[in-house]
Every structure is written in C-alpha cells, then in structure tokens.
C-alpha cells in the first residue's frame, strides 16, 4: 500500500520506517530540509536501537522517501499520516497547530479522497477540530472530495520502538466507517498476523486512549516513588516491598520501580495535557495533579540527600554523574531527572563531571559549553577526583562496575543511586557510603 506519513520526528519516522520494511511504499514529509537531506545519507536524527539499519535499508531499496514537498506526499497515497509534534503550550494544553497546519495542507493540495490518521498524541476532540479544518479548506477551494478522520494513537517505548511497531500489544483504531477499517486492517495486517491485536472505537474514545495509558504507568511510577518516601521514613526496604506487591497478578512488576522521578517527551506532556482538558471541562483531576506533584517533588530526592551529606556546603566540589537521559537506550533528555539535578548542582556551586552512551551530543546542545559542566568519554573518566557519584540513569553497563576502581577513583567513597541499582550490604562490603531511594538514607 501507498503511504505517506507528515512529520518525521521519533514517533513518524519510526512508524514510516516500520511499515517500509513490511512492503509499504511510505513517503516521508517535513518541512526540515536539513534533516530530508540527512536522512537521504543515513544520518538519523534519533537514537534508537536498530532504527538506523531499516531506514538505510528501505530508503537503499525505495521503499521508503524522504522530501519537503507536501504536495507529493499528498498525491502519493491516500492514506495520510499526520505525526507531527503537539508540545505542551503555555497553559500545560497540547498545541495543536502543527497538526491543524498539516491538516490544511492536506486539504489544500488534495485531489481525491483521503483517510487522514492523527498518529501524533493528541487531546480528545482533535479529529473534529481537523474535520473542520479539511472541510473549511475544501469549501473555500470549491470542491469536494470524499474524507475521513481518524485516530491511530502511538504506544511506542523509546528504547524499544522498533519491536513495539512490530510487535504491538494492540493497535487503537478511532473510526466509525466501515470501509476504512477494512484499509487499516489490510494496513496493519503484517504486525497483525498471530491473533487479533485490533480494536477499534470510536474516535474520541481512541483519543482519550492514549492519555489514559500514559497517565496510568505515569500513575504506578508516583505511586511506588510516593512508598519509597514513606518508607525511608518508616525504616522499611521498599524493594523488598516491591517485591512483595509485584508478585500480586493484580498488581505485576511493571512499572513499580521506585527512582527519582519519571521524564522524557510522553509522561509529563500527557499528565499535564490531560489536567488542561479536565480543567477546561470543569472536572478537577485530583489523581492526576498528585501524580505530577509527587515526580516534581521526586527529582529534588537525589540532591536533597547530597546537600545533606555534604552539610549543606557543595560550593567547589566535584561530582560524577552517570546517566543524563531519561531513560536507557536513547539519547531524550525532555524532562530528565539530570536536567533538574545538575541545575541544582550549579545553583550550590558545583561541578559535574557527566557520562552517558548517548545522550552527550544532546547535552551539548543543550546547555553549551559550561565552566561548570564537563562532558566525559567513559563512565571511568568521569569518576576522576570527584568527590562522589551519582548515578541516574539505569544503563545496562552501570549495574556491575568495579567498585575497588570507583572507591580509588573518588575523594569520598559515597555513591548516590537513583535507580537502585546495587544491593546495600554489596556497596557496604566494598567500604563504600550508599545512598539509594527508599532505603532508609
């Protein structure tokens, strides 16, 4: 089938390539010429295990394009992708604007009929706002041709993208037309093809979906960070108390793992998204609130304990830091616990001497060059008289370092975890201070 897909950030190009490499002929859209032209040389905008080797392999075999001309993409195929960025405007609200601009677009330029799919996370009531948009278009133009809106949200991990497309535990279909879920379901049919992971809804409810998902994984992390508090201050080991909750069926281990705090481009864009549009409707969303309230207050629990340590004077030390994206197997650092940390660093006057397998470039382009700010190659070089190490991101190779290499390395023998990464009487045995999340310290 004919595809064309309008954005190719994470969420479009991932999917774009996902279907090329089943036999669909996709069409990339953007109106980044920079990035068309990198992708044409295999240079990808994104970190994301395996995404490099399938787009050079489908883009080499033309089964997938790359080009800043809408009106090709729109004359390509009648299935239209809209999977642009909705990022949080002022008042936490999604800004639809890209999407409505991609929506106008396409009505524009269109000369036959069209399933135009919302892959991009958006609030409930989008796909009327683009109805509107396409047939306000096509009214002024004159014409009119045969159209339909539909929501296809996106349930994709960053790390794990590729086999989520691949993959999915379900594909969400927002329609009420019958003739275009025949198209999605021969659309959808490779990654459908063990048992039935389609359902369809109407549209609103596919909209609404998607937040719901996000808010409810979004809800365990605050809910097992808020146990974590509780119990450091009870004495308890909220691991063990992981644990035992985790072997409940009910409950299950996913996504109970306390830390410092949850971030990244989904999770606090769609709880606070989700806030908005309850406000806006006059439903006060106290869950949700506490939610937010609880990850805010989560990525001050790392410094809070190394201001504490240190008696409250961190003017002129040094710390390592391991782990500035958000999460592992990607180099995002939206939202990163990182961010919050290392800006309270530098407000106390350090310094961080950071490593990630990812995310430097990203850090770079963030905050520049800093006197107090040093970038460094490996993991080891950033312990390097450094008065502790803080670990925040759960990178696979982080899990079992040499501990006699770290105690010799650092002028205090303290590490900070984030993650929880080691046993306590592990770190104890090696004659070394560890402080962890829910564990008493």
């Known amino acids: 089938m004919n595809v064309t897909v309008f954005g190719i950030g ?26 068309v032209e990198n992708l044409k040389k295999g240079i990808i905008p994104i970190y994301e295990p395996g995404l490099t080797l399938i787009v050079e392999e489908n883009y080499k075999e033309g089964r997938l394009e790359f080009t800043t001309d809408a009106k090709i993409g729109i004359e390509h195929a009648d299935i239209q992708f809209i999977a642009v960025g909705t990022p949080a405007d002022e008042d936490g609200s999604a800004d639809l604007k890209y999407v409505l601009a991609v929506a106008e677009t396409i009505a524009t330029l269109m000369e036959s009929s069209k399933i135009i799919i919302d892959k991009s996370t958006v609030p409930v009531g989008t796909a009327d706002k683009v109805n509107k948009k396409v047939a306000k278009v096509l009214e002024s133009r004159g014409i009119s041709f045969d159209y339909h809106v539909v929501s296809n949200p996106e349930f994709l991990k960053e790390g794990s993208a590729i086999q989520d497309c691949q993959k999915p535990d379900r594909i969400v279909v927002g329609t009420d037309n019958d003739k275009v879920v025949d198209v999605m379901r021969e659309l959808y049919a490779p990654f459908n093809r063990n048992h039935d992971r389609m359902i369809f809804m109407d549209v609103k409810s596919a909209e609404l979906t ?29 691991e063990a108390v992981r644990h035992g909750i985790g ?40 869950i949700l609130k506490s939610v937010e309230a609880v990850n805010y207050r989560q990525k001050e629990k790392l410094f809070e304990k190394i201001n504490k340590h ?24 939206r939202e990163a616990t990182s961010r919050v940390l290392m800006e309270s660093l530098w407000k106390a006057g350090a310094k961080v001497q950071a490593y990630d397998p990812e995310a430097i470039e990203e850090c770079s382009r963030i905050y520049g060059q800093r006197d107090d700010l040093i970038l460094m190659e490996t993991q080891q070089l950033a312990l390097k008289d450094a008065d502790a190490l803080i670990i925040v991101t759960e990178w696979q190779h982080f899990k079992a370092p040499d501990f006699q290499y770290i105690k010799q390395s650092l002028k205090e023998s303290v590490i900070f975890d984030g993650r929880n990464l080691f046993e306590p009487q592990l770190l104890e045995n090696h004659g070394i201070t560890y402080y962890s999340i829910g564990r008493g310290n």
């Open 10 to 35: 994470y969420v479009g190009l991932v999917q774009a390539a996902v279907f090329a490499d089943v036999g669909h002929h996709v069409i990339c859209v953007d109106v980044d010429k920079n990035k």
């Open 210 to 238: 998607k937040y719901a998902a996000n808010c409810m994984l979004a809800t365990k992390i605050s809910f097992m960070n808020e146990m974590s508090n509780i119990a450091e201050k009870l004495g308890a080991d909220i």
């Open 247 to 286: 072997s409940d069926i009910r409950i299950g281990y996913q996504f109970i793992y306390p830390g410092c705090g949850y971030g990244g481009s989904c999770f606090p864009k769609d709880v606070q998204a989700l806030i908005t549009a309850s406000d806006s409707i006059g439903y006060n969303a106290e």
């Open 310 to 333: 240190f008696n409250y004077e961190l003017d002129g030390k040094t710390f390592a830091l391991w782990g500035l994206s958000f999460k592992p197997n990607t180099d995002d650092m």
